[in-house]
């Protein structure tokens, strides 16, 4: 099983600053990672996938990198909207043995 | 638009089984692949398990193995999940969720579309 890891667990930023979030795969996913976002009582939301595609309706300001075993979300310009808990997943494996990250939590300072 | 509305709530005794649908309306439903997640009270998001309609064969998850049923009715575009032997550390929001990757070929993908999310409950 492949082992996804999320860092930190909890990120507290001022609204307008910058936010960067990592994502560590325990062995190569290629470019077969996603994001998700979920705020409080509602259901995941597709924010990135294939590590950088911004998925329909996302804002510019979410942007996705890395390859391989390293991966970042990054939130360029913090709005207070964006208070939620997010996920990384790989889905590198056929067949399907999806893996989730234990979540960062994003905090507005 | 596509969309995926879930069953609602459970309350199941331990040892029981409980069965959680998910309707999808809005695009294509045979040939893109149905994911079922389950997040416990303030846990992360656990894989259990997908099917592909057009081909009616699932994949689970080896911790769900023995345990838990997905299967798919294209006639109503619905998939099911059934989860048997429920204990207490099975109470949990289990969602569904339609793949981003479609075109009935078996391959791994995001998942595009979520469903709201089933709350079920196990206690005695």
């Known amino acids: 099983e492949i082992v996804m890891t999320q860092s930190p667990a909890t990120l507290s930023v001022f609204p307008g600053e910058r936010a960067t979030l990592s994502c560590r795969a325990s062995?190569?996913?290629?470019?077969?990672l996603a994001w998700y976002q979920q705020k409080h009582g509602q259901a995941p939301r597709l924010l990135i996938f294939?590590?950088?595609t911004r998925a329909t309706g996302i804002p510019a300001r979410f942007s996705g990198s890395g390859s391989g075993t390293e991966f970042t979300l990054t939130i360029s310009s913090l709005q207070s909207e964006d208070l939620a808990v997010y996920y990384c997943?790989?889905?590198?494996?056929?067949?399907?043995?999806?893996?989730f990250g234990q979540g960062t939590k994003l905090e507005i300072k | 638009q596509v969309q995926l509305v879930q069953s609602g709530a459970e309350m199941k005794k331990p040892g029981s089984s409980v069965r959680v649908s998910c309707k999808a309306s809005?695009?294509?439903?045979?040939?893109?692949?149905i994911s079922w997640m389950r997040q416990a009270p303030g846990q992360g998001l656990e894989w259990m398990g997908g099917?592909?309609?057009?081909?009616?064969?699932?994949n689970y998850a080896q911790k769900f193995q023995g345990r838990v049923t997905i299967i798919a009715d294209k006639s109503t575009t619905t998939a099911y999940m059934e989860l048997s032997g429920l204990i207490s550390e099975d109470t949990a929001v289990y969602y569904c969720?339609?793949?981003?990757?479609?075109?009935?070929?078996?391959?791994?993908?995001?998942?595009?579309?979520w469903g709201q999310g089933t709350l079920v409950t196990v206690s005695s």
């Open positions: 969720a339609r793949e981003g990757l479609g075109g009935g070929v078996p391959h791994p993908s995001y998942l595009h579309y």
């Open positions: 809005g695009g294509t439903f045979s040939t893109y692949g």
């Open positions: 099917i592909i309609p057009i081909f009616g064969t699932a």
């Open positions: 062995q190569s996913v290629s470019r077969k």
């Open positions: 294939d590590a950088s």
């Open positions: 997943q790989q889905y590198k494996e056929w067949p399907p043995m999806y893996t």
